[in-house]
């Protein structure tokens, strides 16, 4: 009688593996979608890259790591991270990109529903992007270090 050893079955890390192939190929995706972003003024580029790092911190490591201290991408995607915050640069250039992407996309003559359907879609993100902070909250922790750095150096003369 043969004892089996595997502690997981098969199929539970075939599945695993699938996820973290689809999450890597989704973040993927968002950066070439993003890298597009960059390139044309009426298509966003964070927003991608925020999905981005969130299909790659449950996929892979690695990715997360480079995207995080990406030396363009990275400061923004740690910013809204760990603060939830939106520079006022990036909320006017996003602004920007929509009212122009806005224009143009009635330049084409669209339905009014459809006219109205992006409409009330933007400005629902713009509201959601202007109530974002636009930085880390002020901190005091660099005062109180610069504090004790001279109480120390005061206690060792």
């Known amino acids: ?3 089996e050893h595997s502690s997981v079955p098969l199929p539970d890390t075939h599945g695993a593996r699938l996820r973290r192939w689809a999450w890597t190929a ?3 995706l968002m950066v070439a979608l993003g890298i597009i972003g960059a390139m044309l003024p009426v298509m966003p580029t964070t927003i991608f890259l925020i999905l981005a790092l969130a299909c790659f911190s449950r996929a892979s490591p690695r990715l997360e790591h480079w995207l995080l201290h990406h030396p363009r991408f990275g400061p923004s995607l740690r910013q809204w991270r760990e603060h939830r915050a939106v520079s006022r640069r990036g909320k006017a250039m996003a602004s920007l990109g ?9 330049l084409g003559h669209p339905p009014a529903w459809v006219i109205m359907l992006v409409g009330v879609m933007e400005i629902a993100v713009i509201i959601y992007l202007l109530r974002r902070p636009n930085g880390p909250p002020p901190s005091h922790t660099g005062s109180i270090k610069a504090e004790s750095s001279q109480d120390r150096g005061n206690n060792e003369k």
């Open 1 to 3: 009688m043969k004892k």
């Open 26 to 28: 989704a973040g993927a």
């Open 98 to 106: 929509m009212a122009i992407g806005f224009v143009a996309m009635c």
